[in-house]
Nanobody, 120 residues
Framework: QVQLVESGGGLVQSGGSLRLSCAAS????????MGWYRQAPGKQRELVAT???????NYADAVKGRFTISRDNAQNTAYLQMNSLKPEDTAVYYC??????????????WGQGTQVTVSS
């Protein structure tokens, strides 16, 4: 089994900052990529940022220049530094990990989600 535990969400004023963390544990052979997605009320889940094992990153246009994703491979942990937050960033943020549990078996895993609320 694989577990993803997220932390760092909360309530912040517009223009403020938050840092999310996601720690993966369990039967992990190797992690291909980790990422953050978000889902606002009444909307579909959308990609925020991803980072692969080589630390190549990808961002949604809406967060470019404001959010930074990073990863600690030794700790199987990913981070999302969110600066200049806007009310439209309000959502439940989910961590995702695509990983191998054995040399030939991989799957996608999700955290339980952490609420980020940005007040105007």
């Amino acid at each position: 089994q694989v577990q993803l535990v997220e932390s760092g969400g909360g309530l912040v004023q517009s223009g403020g900052s938050l840092r999310l963390s996601c720690a993966a544990s369990g039967s992990i052979f190797s992690i291909i990529a980790m990422g953050w997605y978000r889902q606002a009320p009444g909307k579909q889940r959308e990609l925020v940022a991803t980072i692969n094992s080589g630390h190549s990153v990808n961002y949604a246009d809406a967060v470019k220049g404001r959010f930074t994703i990073s990863r600690d491979n030794a700790q199987n942990t990913a981070y999302l530094q969110m600066n200049s937050l806007k009310p439209e960033d309000t959502a439940v943020y989910y961590c995702n990990a695509r990983l191998y549990t054995s040399i030939s078996s991989w799957d996608d895993y999700w955290g339980q989600g952490t609420q980020v609320t940005v007040s105007s």
